[in-house]
């Protein structure tokens, strides 16, 4: 069975050349970020997820977790493996040092989760919680609980988790029905939540639960949602554990995929009420949660990038290896490796080229969100801020629904091998499938795109970015390089198709929401791959320097302009009616009944 590699080559050209880690190391703060120390990082997370959580990514998937006696146990290897990730201080890369992190960029803690979410994305969901935990816990704690608790979650020694959902309520969160009721300093929790990932497990000695409930005098709805903390284990005051929550798994989930992260049902206070402390103020919790939220949108949107990236590496091996059918071309009828047929080459560019433009995305956002936490100026805080805002659910749901399409086309490629759970390829596409649902489905986030991100505020912001996106194009046009025309035509029309239908939404949607939300997934989409396609060909220019002035390895640059023209010409020509979609497509949708169907 194929392993994973971690593309260090193409992460140092994305982080150096493309998103501007110079740039990012010049902010206070930000200056132990120097290339050869986050190169230095990426060789270490590169062995660590290949050599230590890539091989265990076959063996979750095979053994699952068990749920004895309330205690889920992990997969054989699990726990080991968690317990040099802490070791190795890798949970708090992008944290607080005060508490234990290092206080590295986003913009390296995001290179660095690629690789642990490529080498097994059921294991890296934890680490992935916990982190979105201790963002919110830094944001909205107060000194209490920061003391009692941000250390031990920072370094990972305990773990995070987040409690959203009810039975009656999946997404719709004003209907939880979860209590909250004053205990002295603290509240007694009570209620069921479900789909809680890694809401219980045996890789940390605690777990810290992030709950949603209501208080007694709460307002019905989202603006009666309060936020508490409730550990496993309570914490004595000499930071200790004390004695059991009342809170236990009733169950975990049997699942499309990710079988090796357990997804638990939690009930809260079957025994008189879980303890739990409040965060921040009641009646603020949703509020404070899209802390934790926003920061696993963007880890999702990642996770769509890994598992590409991993999909893409086996169907690569295999179309090296698999000997198939005489090249078309050729006068001898001796079967070649099917890496050298047209179809397959067109299938194996598609996953490659849009896992990159994925990756270039995901990394170019979390430059902005370092530039929104450290830039001297605050406008420039600001703008960075709306461009991260812009652009958090178009990493979620563009990258997630483009590593779903990529492992598919891994199957593909290998044929009826790949429908073969033996094979491997098959467990790409069953874990990526929950990535387009995590963390508000698709098509919430392309709600919230079209509504909060562009209708609510004119299109200010993507038009902002329409306008630099149009600053290349002519770059491209007087290129002495045919390959640069070649990108320029169809660069020039996605965006004037993004500037279009960001335009009619921005002129619709106080009178017409529902038109809007009609084309909302296709808007989504049409972003995503406008900007994508955009880098790229940020990309190819900069490809197209270095080859020119002799730097860096040749192959590996003229790659990168075959990417962008590839992109280009086959995913790039679809934008344009992608827009007309956004803008006329809502007609059918309307008038469709719901009894129609």
């Given at each position: 069975m194929t392993g994973y590699t971690a593309p260090l080559d193409e992460i140092r050209f994305v982080l150096n050349e493309l998103v501007g880690l110079a740039d990012i190391n010049a902010l206070q703060g930000y200056e132990d970020a120097t290339p050869e120390v986050v190169d230095s990082i990426l060789e270490e997370a590169g062995k660590l997820g290949a050599e230590?959580?890539?091989?265990?990514?076959?063996?979750?998937?095979?053994?699952?977790?068990?749920l004895e006696n309330g205690e889920v146990r992990t997969p054989g290897g699990f726990k080991e493996a968690y317990h040099k990730f802490v070791k190795g201080g890798w949970n708090g890369l992008p944290f607080d040092p005060e508490f234990g992190g290092q206080g590295l960029p986003w913009l390296v803690s995001t290179a660095v989760s690629e690789i642990w979410h490529a080498a097994n994305m059921a294991f890296t969901l934890c680490p992935m919680l916990t982190g979105g935990a201790v963002e919110l816990l830094e944001k909205h704690g107060t000194t209490s609980l920061k003391a009692t608790f941000l250390r031990n979650l920072t370094t990972g020694k305990w773990t995070g988790s987040m409690n959203l959902s009810e039975p009656q309520a999946g997404s719709d969160l004003g209907r939880i029905r979860s209590k909250a009721t004053p205990d002295g300093d603290a509240y007694r929790i009570s209620g069921t939540k479900?789909?809680?990932?890694?809401?219980?497990?045996?890789?940390?000695?605690?777990?810290?639960?992030?709950?949603?409930?209501?208080?007694?005098?709460?307002?019905?709805?989202?603006?009666?949602?309060?936020?508490?903390?409730?550990?496993?284990?309570?914490v004595n005051n000499s930071g200790s554990l004390g004695e059991r929550n009342d809170l236990r798994c009733v169950s975990i989930e049997h699942k499309l995929g990710i079988?090796?992260?357990?997804?638990?049902?939690?009930?809260?206070?079957?025994?008189?009420?879980?303890?739990?402390?409040?965060?921040g103020e009641e009646n603020r919790g949703l509020e404070y949660m899209f802390t934790m939220m926003n920061n696993e949108r963007l880890a999702v949107g990642l996770e769509g990038v890994a598992i590409g990236e991993r999909a893409y590496q086996k169907a690569l091996a295999f179309a090296r290896d698999r000997v198939q059918s005489r090249k078309l071309d050729s006068d001898s009828p001796e079967p070649v490796p099917i890496i050298e047929h047209a179809d397959v080459k067109r299938m194996l560019l598609t996953m490659k080229v849009q896992t990159e433009a994925t990756r270039a995305l995901a990394y170019y956002t979390a430059a902005h969100l370092d530039r929104s936490n450290k830039e001297n100026d605050e406008g420039a805080r600001a703008k960075a801020q709306a461009r991260v805002d812009l652009l958090t659910p178009v990493v979620k749901a563009w990258s997630s629904d483009t590593g779903i399409e990529v492992a598919d086309m891994g199957i593909q490629i290998h044929g009826g091998m790949g429908f073969i759970e033996e094979t491997g390829a098959a467990q790409y596409l069953r874990d990526a499938r929950i990535t387009s649902i995590y963390e508000g489905t698709n098509g919430i986030q392309a709600n919230d795109l079209v509504g909060r991100k562009v209708g609510r505020e004119k299109a200010e912001t993507v038009l902002s970015l329409c306008s630099e996106m149009f600053t290349l194009v002519e770059d491209l046009l007087n290129h002495k390089e045919a390959q640069m025309k070649v990108i320029h035509a169809p660069l020039k029309h996605a965006i004037e198709a993004l500037d279009s239908a960001s335009n009619w939404i921005a002129s619709t949607w106080g009178e017409n929401p529902t038109a809007v939300a009609a084309g909302a997934v296709p808007y989504l989409r049409l972003l995503g791959l406008t900007a994508g396609g955009w880098l790229l060909a940020r990309s190819a220019l900069i490809a197209s320097t270095k080859l020119e002035l002799s730097e860096g390895h040749p192959a590996f640059m003229e790659a990168k302009i075959i990417s962008a023209c590839f992109f280009a010409t086959h995913l790039l020509v679809q934008c344009p009616s992608l827009g007309t979609t956004v803008r006329d497509g809502s007609t059918a949708v309307l008038a469709a009944k719901a009894n129609g169907f």
């Amino acid at each position: 069975m194929t392993g994973y590699t971690a593309p260090l080559d193409e992460i140092r050209f994305v982080l150096n050349e493309l998103v501007g880690l110079a740039d990012i190391n010049a902010l206070q703060g930000y200056e132990d970020a120097t290339p050869e120390v986050v190169d230095s990082i990426l060789e270490e997370a590169g062995k660590l997820g290949a050599e230590v959580i890539a091989p265990l990514n076959h063996i979750g998937d095979k053994e699952g977790c068990r749920l004895e006696n309330g205690e889920v146990r992990t997969p054989g290897g699990f726990k080991e493996a968690y317990h040099k990730f802490v070791k190795g201080g890798w949970n708090g890369l992008p944290f607080d040092p005060e508490f234990g992190g290092q206080g590295l960029p986003w913009l390296v803690s995001t290179a660095v989760s690629e690789i642990w979410h490529a080498a097994n994305m059921a294991f890296t969901l934890c680490p992935m919680l916990t982190g979105g935990a201790v963002e919110l816990l830094e944001k909205h704690g107060t000194t209490s609980l920061k003391a009692t608790f941000l250390r031990n979650l920072t370094t990972g020694k305990w773990t995070g988790s987040m409690n959203l959902s009810e039975p009656q309520a999946g997404s719709d969160l004003g209907r939880i029905r979860s209590k909250a009721t004053p205990d002295g300093d603290a509240y007694r929790i009570s209620g069921t939540k479900i789909y809680i990932t890694f809401g219980e497990h045996d890789m940390a000695e605690n777990i810290i639960h992030m709950v949603l409930a209501r208080t007694p005098d709460a307002p019905r709805g989202v603006h009666g949602i309060s936020l508490f903390l409730v550990p496993k284990f309570l914490v004595n005051n000499s930071g200790s554990l004390g004695e059991r929550n009342d809170l236990r798994c009733v169950s975990i989930e049997h699942k499309l995929g990710i079988n090796a992260s357990p997804t638990a049902v939690m009930s809260y206070g079957d025994n008189g009420g879980a303890i739990g402390f409040l965060v921040g103020e009641e009646n603020r919790g949703l509020e404070y949660m899209f802390t934790m939220m926003n920061n696993e949108r963007l880890a999702v949107g990642l996770e769509g990038v890994a598992i590409g990236e991993r999909a893409y590496q086996k169907a690569l091996a295999f179309a090296r290896d698999r000997v198939q059918s005489r090249k078309l071309d050729s006068d001898s009828p001796e079967p070649v490796p099917i890496i050298e047929h047209a179809d397959v080459k067109r299938m194996l560019l598609t996953m490659k080229v849009q896992t990159e433009a994925t990756r270039a995305l995901a990394y170019y956002t979390a430059a902005h969100l370092d530039r929104s936490n450290k830039e001297n100026d605050e406008g420039a805080r600001a703008k960075a801020q709306a461009r991260v805002d812009l652009l958090t659910p178009v990493v979620k749901a563009w990258s997630s629904d483009t590593g779903i399409e990529v492992a598919d086309m891994g199957i593909q490629i290998h044929g009826g091998m790949g429908f073969i759970e033996e094979t491997g390829a098959a467990q790409y596409l069953r874990d990526a499938r929950i990535t387009s649902i995590y963390e508000g489905t698709n098509g919430i986030q392309a709600n919230d795109l079209v509504g909060r991100k562009v209708g609510r505020e004119k299109a200010e912001t993507v038009l902002s970015l329409c306008s630099e996106m149009f600053t290349l194009v002519e770059d491209l046009l007087n290129h002495k390089e045919a390959q640069m025309k070649v990108i320029h035509a169809p660069l020039k029309h996605a965006i004037e198709a993004l500037d279009s239908a960001s335009n009619w939404i921005a002129s619709t949607w106080g009178e017409n929401p529902t038109a809007v939300a009609a084309g909302a997934v296709p808007y989504l989409r049409l972003l995503g791959l406008t900007a994508g396609g955009w880098l790229l060909a940020r990309s190819a220019l900069i490809a197209s320097t270095k080859l020119e002035l002799s730097e860096g390895h040749p192959a590996f640059m003229e790659a990168k302009i075959i990417s962008a023209c590839f992109f280009a010409t086959h995913l790039l020509v679809q934008c344009p009616s992608l827009g007309t979609t956004v803008r006329d497509g809502s007609t059918a949708v309307l008038a469709a009944k719901a009894n129609g169907f």
